[in-house]
């Protein structure tokens, strides 16, 4: 066991249980930053020698697997505190924070009977966080043994006397000072969803101890609920090079103080190119600084220099002269798939740590029509019926919709659209 561990689930010595339950039962809980669980524990009733042996495990609730490994408690050879007895796991358990997780137990029978207050709760369980570390969601859940339980109880967060575990918590770095691109790019990777200082409701400060130039596109600022960024310029520019974009705020609170961003480029991607229909262009969004929907940026003294954003040309039908090849809509960053005897999948994001933002794919030959670019992302060209009409996916907002081919099969040589193929410039 660790030196200093909490347990999150503290069943009093004096609890007694009440209720014969065989199937699985599990208290969700949510990590605000990183968590290692070094041993899971079990109520035991009050009993020395526990007469069922319990199973126990963490479980990622949107995904309802296990993570880690199950641990099996009974009799008397496991570490006793209070009403639960704990097993070492042989291999820590280390949880990002942004997930929110599930302890399990199943096992318990008239032997050994688990503890079930009601919605009224009991002073007899108490949870601990860690100073916030962890945050316990109000309610119980149920199922059948040996699997993740998806019947939903109601609360309060410690619903049941079943399964518990032991942590520690991660100490966050909130403040960076960086002075190249690698040292920008690694700080916000690690304050991202799943990062090793990552956490909910924190307030992170970053400031540039001298100007660079950018080999890559920047990684994305995606934070926590709750969480803030400011960057400090210092006075100092990153130049984008002519190639390569600035800020993308995903997620959370930027602020940008007193810094020049210049000659950043947001390019679309290209729409992919198909033996018979090609694939609409991305749009080029947010040359220096693009604002995502679930972000917000305030800017103090910055600066914009010969920034620029540009759509992604359209792809172009019959390069291989081949009868069946259906392009994919480009994405924010990246290309459109194409082939002349394939249909291509839809460009992405082309950011750093940024899902979405992607084209539509193009549809095989002898089916619909292609698939509709998200946000920013390039529409997927048609397939061909020989008895349905059908079409080039739309463009998202902002990116080019692919061109309607005829309905019957030709090897015709279509080209993207022209509004996919169009540049868009701000400066």
Do not use: C
Not at 95 to 113: H, I, P, Q, R
Not at 159 to 186: C, H, K, N, Q
């Amino acid at each position: 066991m660790p030196s200093n561990p909490t347990v999150a689930f503290d069943n009093s010595a004096s609890l007694v249980g009440t209720q014969n339950y065989a199937g699985s039962l599990g208290m969700d809980f949510t990590v605000e930053r990183q968590i290692t669980i070094d041993d899971l524990g079990a109520f035991n009733n009050g009993q020395t020698d526990m007469a069922a042996s319990i199973t126990v495990g963490i479980y990622d609730v949107a995904t309802q697997q296990l993570i880690g490994q199950l641990e099996t408690i009974s009799g008397t050879a496991r570490t006793e505190i209070d009403g639960s007895r704990f097993e070492t796991l042989a291999t820590p358990l280390v949880l990002n924070a942004g997930t929110t997780y599930s302890v399990v137990a199943w096992g318990y029978d008239s032997a050994l009977e688990e503890y079930n207050p009601g919605s009224a709760g009991s002073s007899l369980i108490t949870t601990n966080s860690d100073s916030g570390a962890i945050a316990f969601v109000d309610s119980g859940r149920y199922g059948t043994a040996g699997a993740f339980p998806t019947g939903i109880d109601a609360g309060p967060a410690d619903r049941y006397a079943a399964g518990t575990f032991e942590f520690t918590s991660s100490t966050i770095t909130s403040s960076f000072t960086v002075g190249t691109e690698a040292a920008l790019d690694a700080g916000l990777v690690s304050i991202e969803n799943g990062g090793s200082n990552a956490g909910a409701g924190v307030a992170y400060t970053i400031a540039l101890s001298s100007g660079f130039t950018l080999t890559s596109d920047m990684q994305a600022v995606a934070l926590l609920t709750g969480s803030s960024l400011t960057v400090n310029g210092g006075g100092n520019t990153i130049s984008g090079n002519g190639q390569y974009r600035g800020f993308f705020a995903y997620s959370g609170t930027l602020t940008l103080n007193d810094l020049t961003l210049g000659n950043m480029v947001a390019q679309g991607g290209a729409g992919g190119s198909g033996g018979t229909a090609a694939g609409g262009g991305g749009a080029g969004l947010g040359g220096a600084v693009f604002v995502g929907k679930n972000a917000s940026v305030t800017l103090y003294g910055v600066q914009f220099s010969s920034d620029a954003a540009k759509g992604g040309a359209g792809g172009y039908a019959a390069t291989g002269g081949g009868r069946y090849g259906r392009g994919g809509g480009g994405g924010l960053g990246t290309n459109g798939g194409g082939g002349t005897f394939s249909y291509g999948g839809g460009g992405g994001s082309g950011v750093p740590g940024v899902s979405g933002y992607t084209g539509g794919s193009g549809t095989h030959p002898t089916t619909g029509s292609g698939g509709s670019g998200a946000f920013g992302g390039g529409g997927g060209a048609d397939g061909d019926s020989a008895t349905t009409t059908t079409s080039g996916g739309a463009g998202g907002f902002g990116g080019g919709g692919a061109p309607v081919t005829s309905t019957i099969m030709q090897p015709a040589a279509l080209a993207g659209s022209a509004a996919a193929r169009a540049d868009s410039e701000l400066t």
